[in-house]
């Protein structure tokens, strides 16, 4: 058998119903986390525009690319759902697989050594010795190496 409340009420209140200042400081912080969810979206928007208009094409070439773009939309649509449904529960688990993803991507998938690197792989491929001696491969290692002094 259950034993009576000493006070007279049949169940008990959660702590947020017994200090409002409790639930308005978890209001606080759940905005807070979304701002910070905007914030780091707009900025990964941003990062994934220039990169794409530094390389005249879309931002999806490599695995790199594609896990950050990906990572983006994820976010995009959880911020959707907080704006039209509020859906706010869900924060934790999107942003925790955007942080892993975004960790993975930078960790296992971006290639490191900048335009220097990739200069350095095409010239070996371009290599006059190689057979690939022509105008257009003279041009673009020259332009490789006037990038990589610079």
Do not use: K
Request: hydrophobic share 45%; aromatic share 6%; net charge positive.
């Amino acid at each position: 058998m259950r034993p009576e409340p000493v006070d007279g009420r049949d169940q008990p209140t959660s702590n947020a119903e017994n200090h409002p200042a409790t639930s308005r400081r978890v209001e606080q912080f759940g905005r807070m986390g979304v701002a910070l969810t905007v914030i780091g979206f707009l900025l990964s928007v941003a990062g994934m525009l220039l990169r794409g208009l530094a390389a005249h094409r879309g931002a999806v070439g490599n695995m790199f690319e594609f896990t950050v773009t990906a990572m983006i939309f994820i976010v995009g649509a959880y911020l959707i759902m907080v704006w039209r449904a509020g859906v706010r529960w869900l924060g934790l688990p999107v942003t925790l697989l955007a942080a892993v993803g975004n960790g993975l991507a930078v960790t296992v998938f971006l290639r490191r050594g900048g335009a220097a690197g990739a200069c350095a792989a095409l010239s070996l491929v371009l290599d006059p010795h190689r057979g690939g001696g022509h105008l257009r491969s003279r041009v673009q290692r020259r332009r490789c190496d006037v990038d990589s002094r610079t």
